[in-house]
């Protein structure tokens, strides 16, 4: 999972990455600064304490202090291309929103606005740039294919046209994989941030819920409150001190952890584990995915040469405490390669030679 933090100028970009990641830098990259964090799972802590293996593997977020956006980057070519395909190639976007005295007006929604019309500009440009590579073509008028993506742009652009993003579009199968191979900026999931400083941040929840009613409009997208600058101090504690520092700022959950699982949220993942004396790991997978599928992204040979997963429920595991108590009580399970994966089943994958 690669997640880029995308704000205006003095929104708290760098000071959010700080609370994220744990690292204290001084000022962002733009572009460069990327940091790995592991995905909290104490059902993996529970299962190292039975197996004992030599690592535990958590599944792991990319978070990057990605791109500062202003009004008209795009058009007049002041982001860098470096930047845009940072983003374009990103699972995911936080945007971050200022509700804090700069000396600049306090305006999340129209920073808010900003950042998405750039959005929109830099799909809308891309989409034009490949219709008229395609035009000067000569449309490929007999190449099927062509026609089918040249037909997909041109409905893109009409909804791009009407100020609508990308991800309120429904495409499935042949086009929905097309359109998704283009990785433009306002089909990528999105989380809100909105960053107060210490004063304000007492209010936050009504803010917050103010906002969400006035900017999306019904669209699905999650928004969160935080003081970045608080965060990020926390961030920075020996574990001694946080719980003292949480409590006194009436912080119930690190905001490092709400993102963490608003991602998850967000991405649609669930996790599935393999456990072993020497490794217990989580793999972080898309709902919906099948055994083999799951297989797969343990290794290509998983697939091609996969013959059924022993699959156990981590809560049955959990309870009758191995795999041959498992087995006995009949929640131990030998499924077959269309097996829907469950958040939290523990695989064994059997494959051919």
Not at 12 to 36: R, V
Not at 44 to 51: P, Q, V
Not at 141 to 149: A, G, T
Not at 288 to 315: C, M, P, S, W
């Amino acid at each position: 999972m690669y997640i880029s933090i995308i704000g205006t100028a003095g929104s708290g970009k760098t000071t959010l990455f700080q609370a994220l990641s744990g690292i204290k830098c001084e000022n962002s990259t733009n572009a460069n600064t990327i940091a790995t964090v592991d995905v909290p799972d104490e059902r993996l802590e529970n299962l190292s304490k039975i197996f004992k293996p030599k690592k535990i593997v958590h599944a792991r977020i990319e978070i990057s202090d990605t791109a500062t956006i202003e009004e008209g980057d795009v058009k007049n070519e002041t982001i860098s291309q470096k930047a845009i395909q940072k983003m374009r190639t990103s699972d995911a976007f936080i945007l971050l929103l200022r509700h804090f005295d700069n000396g600049l007006p306090i305006d999340p929604s129209g920073e808010f606005r900003t950042i998405f019309s750039e959005f929109v500009l830099s799909d809308m440009a891309q989409i034009e740039l490949r219709l008229e590579r395609i035009k000067k073509q000569g449309g490929k008028k007999d190449n099927p294919i062509v026609q089918q993506e040249k037909t997909l742009l041109e409905r893109c652009l009409l909804h791009l046209n009407d100020e609508q993003p990308l991800f309120t579009m429904v495409e499935t199968g042949t086009e929905g994989k097309m359109l998704r191979g283009f990785q433009f900026l306002s089909q990528k999931p999105m989380m809100v941030v909105i960053n107060f400083d210490e004063i304000s941040f007492e209010k936050s929840e009504k803010i917050t819920m103010d906002l969400k009613s006035s900017l999306f409009h019904g669209n699905n997208i999650p928004i969160v409150a935080a003081c970045a600058k608080l965060e990020a101090e926390l961030a920075l504690m020996p574990s001694e001190e946080s719980a003292v520092f949480m409590e006194e700022y009436g912080i119930k959950e690190t905001i490092r952890n709400r993102i963490i699982q608003l991602a998850c949220k967000t991405l649609g993942l669930i996790f599935f584990l393999t456990v072993g004396d020497d490794e217990c790991r989580a793999w972080p997978i898309k709902k919906g995915l099948n055994a083999q599928d799951a297989a797969g992204t343990i290794h290509t040979d998983f697939y091609n040469k996969f013959i059924r997963a022993e699959t156990v429920a981590y809560d049955d595991f959990m309870r009758y405490g191995n795999f041959a108590e498992c087995k006995k009580a009949g929640v131990w399970r030998l499924e077959g390669k269309e097996y829907i994966v469950k958040d939290g089943d523990i695989i064994t994958v059997r494959a051919g030679n």
